[in-house]
């Protein structure tokens, strides 16, 4: 039993030793190759983001729309003016001219109908401007998907997300704003579609 206890005494010391050697001997040990390929890959997974607003407010196709939007909006508050007036002018001429039970009943037809009409475009010009701003977004976002697509070939970022106030809570420092490279791309690309257009 003695000797067995000495063995095991005499087997861990010189472990021990074996151990003290290889902390303090400066070997580093060899480095898994799959950490290194993972911090590369963390190293190149970069995030870029632009400001949504900023690039609204530059870009000059969004302005071009807004202005369009507005012309398209005036026009439509012209055009439901005008039946209105039609409306209340004819409902005057009706107190006017109109004496008989007869008459009266027509009368509020007639009124009724033109109330119909006037909704009825009412409801129509709604619809059209939302459908255009609809459409006016969608293009947008297909010319920045387009030219992000374009733009990150030779950068390499893994994401590059639109920023909203409100909308990301929070944000390093680091992450890279391309906001600027963007709205410069965009407004060229769309420079040169707007002279192609102009000239035909």
């Known amino acids: 039993m003695r000797n067995i206890s000495t063995i095991l005494s005499i087997i861990a010391l010189a472990l021990t030793g074996v151990l003290f050697y290889l902390h303090f001997s400066g070997k580093e040990p060899k480095k898994d190759a799959s950490v290194d390929a993972g911090k590369k890959e963390h190293k190149d997974f970069r995030i870029a983001y632009f400001d949504i607003d900023s690039l609204q407010s530059s870009y000059t196709f969004y302005k071009d729309a807004l202005e369009e ?3 398209k ?3 439509a508050n ?7 007036g039609r409306f209340q002018s004819r409902y005057q001429q009706l107190q006017q001219q109109v004496t008989s039970q007869a ?4 009368a509020q037809k007639e009124l009724a109908s033109l109330e119909q009409n006037y909704r009825k475009r009412e409801g129509q010009l709604q619809e059209n401007l939302q459908n255009h701003q609809i459409e006016m977004t969608r293009k947008m976002r297909k010319q920045i998907e387009d030219y992000l697509a374009e733009y990150n070939k030779d950068k390499g970022y893994a994401y590059i997300l639109s920023y909203e106030p409100g909308f990301i809570m929070y944000y390093r420092d680091s992450l890279y704003d391309v ?8 407004n060229e690309k769309y420079k040169v579609t707007k002279d192609t257009k102009k000239e035909k």
Do not use: H, P, S, Y
């Open 103 to 106: 008459g009266q009943e027509a």
């Open 78 to 84: 012209t055009e439901l003016q005008e039946l209105k």
């Open 73 to 75: 909006e005036t026009a």
């Open 179 to 186: 906001t600027g490279d963007l709205v410069k791309g965009l």
């Open 69 to 71: 939007m507005k012309g």
